[in-house]
Structure formats: structure tokens, C-alpha cells
Nanobody, 125 residues
Framework: QVQLVESGGGSVQAGDSLRLSCAAS????????IGWFRQAPGKEREFVAS????????YYADSVKGRFTISRDSAENTVYLQMNSLKPEDTAIYYC??????????????????WGQGTQVTVSS
């Protein structure tokens, strides 16, 4: 049974940094794409970034390009989202998701098979 567990959220000031973690367990993930999505209050969930587990291919939403970096540590079975220069509009619940046979350019929720429970990120001005 695949489990994805997010951690690392918190409350920060604009301009600060946070690193989110997504710990994956339950199977081997070599064919997977792991993505980060976020959902702000009153808005739909949106794609943030993704990484191919077996390689280095990454993909980012335009709104975070240049500020956020996604990476994975295969030995730790963990995917990270380094978030720099945070803005109030980055405030949301952040979810990691896994697509079993994915490509990093998959940006839609229905393309992902497994989801974590989410972690709250709050950025104040």
C-alpha cells in the first residue's frame, strides 16, 4: 500500500524559505513521478512542481519557477520541495502525489494515483 506523508509546513514571513518533505513508502518508486500540488482557501488545487523518480527530469508551474526547487533522495525515499522567496500568495495546503507511470509534465490531479494528507504553509506579509 503506497503511503505519501508530507511534513515541513509552517508559518513564515514573506521572503523566508521552507523545505517540504514527502516520505514515500509501500513499494518501489522507480517508475513514478512525484508531484507537489497546493490548494489555497476558496481555490482549486493547482500543480506546483514534479520530478521523475528515476531521473532528474523536473517541471514547474510558472508561478514558482525560479523560487521553488523539487528534488528526490532515492536512498531516503523522500521528495523535497525547497521554497525560497515565499510570498503571501504561496499560502496553501501543500500535497504530494504519485503517478505510477508518469511523466513530469503531468499537471492535472486525475493523472496522479496516490495522495498525501497535506501540510499547511502560511506566508504573512
Amino acid at each position: 500500500q503506497v503511503q505519501l506523508v508530507e511534513s515541513g509546513g509552517g508559518s513564515v514571513q514573506a521572503g523566508d524559505s521552507l523545505r517540504l518533505s514527502c516520505a514515500a513508502s509501500g513499494r518501489t518508486f522507480s517508475s513514478y513521478v512525484i508531484g507537489w500540488f497546493r490548494q489555497a482557501p476558496g481555490k482549486e488545487r493547482e500543480f506546483v512542481a514534479s520530478v521523475k523518480w528515476s531521473g532528474r527530469d523536473t517541471y514547474y508551474a510558472d508561478s514558482v519557477k525560479g523560487r521553488f526547487t523539487i528534488s528526490r533522495d532515492s536512498a531516503e525515499n523522500t521528495v523535497y520541495l525547497q521554497m525560497n522567496s515565499l510570498k503571501p500568495e504561496d499560502t496553501a495546503i501543500y500535497y504530494c502525489a504519485g503517478a505510477r507511470f508518469g511523466i513530469p509534465t503531468m499537471t492535472r490531479e486525475y493523472e496522479y494515483d496516490h495522495w498525501g494528507q497535506g501540510t499547511q504553509v502560511t506566508v504573512s506579509s
